[in-house]
């Protein structure tokens, strides 16, 4: 019997515990140390999990626990260190998102990848999802034809997490809303139009609703309570534009909060064939016949942390190449680091070093 790939989880929290429940689904896997630099969450959650190291020091856990694959799970500002730490130690890493606080650390991540020898897989865990992976054969098929414009949209009315803690805290976020929610539908058109080229942002960002904290208004909070004797210096609104070197554009709308109504959407339109998801699902707008038609995709649902657990297993035996890579990862920071450099600025600026 083959040995299972052993795995070490670094971040106890909810999101480790999301990433540790998905391992658990996959045969080949084993849970084999968890770290956090709590010690009473990670023994609660070894416990739960049934992991018998636990430590409360990345390094030691790295030296001691014989890992193939590590899982970052932590607060953003410690994914570029947890990463480089685990590429050294000779795990391929599959990092959460956003990858890093910025684009520079995540290329010094990328970099770091290369040198060992070892891959970094991001956790765009949409990409996993029953109606992300049909809009993707749909493109492989040609249906969209040449994509020229994209447009994603996700708004919370009251949706800030953790407020006055580390989410709200940009030197351990990174930023709000963007860097948080909006890296995912980002991410998500990028892949699915295959845009790996952006070349200009421009965008605006603005901070209205989290400070002072005793005056949010909300009826419910994600990693709450909040802490009133906190930070909030980050973004709660963004929306902008993108293009790239394909001549396509996408535009954005993202908030953690606003007046207005809670809603998502990607959209994408090509010459062929669009395509919008939204909370009823998928349907593609084409031609049929020498007619218009509209087409609901009807689709098995699965559980895309399952599926992304799986991967990065078959990552680490080397069977499969990860399903967002790092190279990847960095140039949606780099997009992200250039919507926040426009939003500073009031124009439009150019996005890494293109």
């Known amino acids: 019997m083959a040995s299972k790939v052993r795995i070490g989880i670094y971040g106890a929290g909810s999101i480790g515990s999301t990433h540790a429940k998905a391992l658990g689904s996959v045969q080949d896997a084993q849970i084999a140390a968890m770290c956090d630099t709590i010690e009473a969450r990670v023994n609660e959650k070894a416990d739960a999990f049934k992991v018998e190291k636990r430590y409360t020091d990345l390094k030691k856990m790295l030296k001691e626990s014989d890992l193939d694959g590590l899982i970052v799970a ?154 009133l004797d906190g930070v909030f210096d980050v973004d709660d609104y963004a929306t902008g534009l993108v293009r790239f070197a394909s001549g396509a554009t996408l535009s954005l709308e993202v908030s953690w909060a606003a007046n207005a109504e809670d809603g998502s959407l990607v959209e994408i339109l090509g010459d062929k064939g669009g395509a919008k998801l939204d ?57 992200l680091d250039a919507i926040y450099k426009s939003g500073e600025l009031g124009r439009e600026v150019k996005v890494g070093g293109r």
């Not at 034809?145 to 708004?155: D, Q």
């Not at 890296?183 to 080229?197: A, C, F, G, P, R």
Request: proline letters at 4%; aromatic letters at 8%.
């Open 74 to 227: 932590v607060p953003n500002a410690f994914h570029a260190e947890g990463t480089i730490e685990g590429l050294k130690a000779g795990c391929n890493v599959l990092c959460e998102k956003p990858m890093a606080l910025n684009a520079a650390q995540g290329r010094k991540m990328v970099e770091a990848a290369e040198k060992a020898g070892k891959v970094i897989q991001m956790g765009m865990v949409r990409r996993f999802s029953a109606e992300s992976q049909a809009l993707r054969a749909f493109a492989a098929e040609g249906g969209f034809g040449k994509i020229y414009h994209m447009r994603v949209f996700m708004r919370r009315r009251r949706g800030i997490p953790g407020l006055g803690g580390w989410f709200t805290t940009k030197a351990l976020s990174g930023g709000g809303g963007l860097i948080d929610i909006g890296v995912h539908v980002i991410d998500q058109v990028m892949w699915l139009s295959d845009n790996w080229e952006p070349t200009t942002a421009s965008a605006g960002v603005y901070s209205k609703f989290g400070s002072p904290l005793d005056k949010y208004v909300y009826t419910g909070m994600w990693a709450g309570p909040p802490k």
């Open 279 to 335: 909370s009823s699902g998928v349907t593609i707008y084409t031609e049929k016949s020498g007619r218009l038609a509209d087409m609901k995709l009807l689709l098995a649902q699965v559980v895309p942390f399952d599926l992304q657990a799986a991967n990065f297993v078959a990552v680490c035996q080397g069977k499969a190449k990860p399903n967002a890579t790092g190279e990847q990862g960095a140039v949606v920071m780099e997009v």
